[in-house]
Structure formats: structure tokens, C-alpha cells
């Protein structure tokens, strides 16, 4: 079974001397769900498992922790000039990109990309990634105009982050009450994500250059996952930011928890862990009805 988690500050530095990229692509998944922020000047940041210890912790003579006192493991966040700060809390500027070792199962599911003795490009599971063109927009609408969900239909939980337009510092972090649906055209999958005016993503900048309005639709392209598997750390990591966080932190001291209690930690085992497995093509579900269909007529037959 896999365990999705975010990079240790410790992971961090190892991989650094690796050749890694701290500074990753924002998928529009992501900027769309708000981790971008709402202000342009607020850098874009992805958030870590930080293991940064503050004192005022005490220990008996053989270095048993007997009270927490201020140090933690908690959510930190690294911004887009590779610099590792505090996650604050009602600051929900943050990307996740998730990290897991690698398990018998996720083994058994990647495609290798590419391979030399320190490392794997790998793609594994599928989730919604960029904004489609504006002419591939067009003929999306027009063919699902009297589209028909089927009863197994996929559905993303995204988190999306709300603001109060009377009061732009107060932050609300919010689950969408009606999961995304996926759409299966033409062989592709998608969503459709709809803008409201209380999106903290208006006026963020997508990848294909466009700023994000309110009240607008948008389609999005669920496409395989790209990761990098780092042999040494035995660590496979998401080359992109794929959505927004939600756990942030204000002040040390007046949290006491570890990162696996955070509602990140949660997210990403209870939901990332299931969206990111891919659905069955409807025609290739299809024809195992058909299949089914027949079996079950020649066993009455005989």
C-alpha cells in the first residue's frame, strides 16, 4: 500500500545535491484550485513535512523528549526561489507536490521513461493537469451538450480556497461540496471547473498565458502523472505542483502537532491516494459488459 507524503527538509537537501528541481511547474489543476494566491506579487510556494526544531523542549539525562514544548514536525513551505519558510496559517498560497516510495503496487503500475544509475523518469496514475486550448474548449462544449455520465463516473475532490471579497485576508479553505465528474471524449478524459467571483485563483496566470476570470469555464485535461524516482532516497516525486494545500500554520507555539495529524497529511492519503488511480475507458468497460453479457447467456444455454 502507498503512503503519499510531502519531502522531509532533511529529503530536501539530499536531492539538492542530486540535481533537484526546486523550483517546479504549477499545473493549472493547482492554480485554478488557488494555490497561487490571489495577489500577483505573492510568490508561488509548495509546501514540505518540515523537521525544523524549535528549543524549549525538555529532556531527561538520556535525551528522552518527556514534553514537546515548541518543537514540532509541521507543514513549512518553499518558495519559488528555492527558499524554505513558515507555512502561515490563512496564507493559502501553497502547492502540494506529493513524494512516496516506491511500493509493490505503484511498481506494477508505472511506465518507465527514462533510467541511468541515479534515477528513474516515470509516469504513474493520472489527474488534471493544464487548461485546454480555446478551440479544443469549443468542441468540448458542443459534444457535451447532452453528455451521459455513466453510473461508475469518476469524481475529483479538489480543495478549493475561497476569500471574502470585504475582508481579502480572511481566507476560507473549503472542500467543493459536488466533486468534479470526469468526462471520457474521444479517448481523453477531462473536468470542467467553473469560476466563481470568490475563487482565490482570479487574476492568477495559467501556463498557457491566459488570466483566470470569474464565472468562467474551464476545461482541463486529466493526463498520466510525471514523476522522478530517486534510487538512493528510494523517494518518487512529483515533478509538477499538482493542487493546493490545506494545512497551513500560523504561529509554532500555539500548535501542538505532527505533520501525519495535518488534514494535508489526510488529503493526500484519503483522497490524492484514490483520485490519482486511473478509470476504466468507458468503451473498454464497455465491452466487458458485452463480454459478461454473453458469458452468462451460454452458461444458461447449457
Known sequence: MSEFTLLSEKDLNELTKLGFNRRPKFTD???????????GDEPAKWLLSSEIKTNEAIVNENGLILELGSSHIYPAAVDDKGKITFAEENKPFYGIRPVTPMTEDIAQNIKIIKENKDIIKLEYGEFPQNVVSEEKKKNLDKKTEEYDFSKN???????????NPANPNNFKIDRIKMPYKEYVLDDKKFVLMVTSRDFLSVNSILNDKTKVLKDQEYWIEVKSVKWTYYKKLDLMIS??????????????????YFYEDTDVYKYLNEIFAKDIIPSTPEKNLEKSLVKLSKLTEQRHMR
Open 29 to 39: 489543476y493547482a492554480i485554478l484550485t488557488g494555490c497561487q494566491g490571489f495577489k
Open 153 to 163: 463516473v469518476k469524481r475529483y475532490k479538489p480543495v478549493i480556497t475561497y476569500y
Open 239 to 256: 515533478d509538477k505542483v499538482l493542487f493546493t494545500g490545506e494545512m497551513t500554520l500560523n504561529k509554532i507555539k500555539d500548535y501542538m
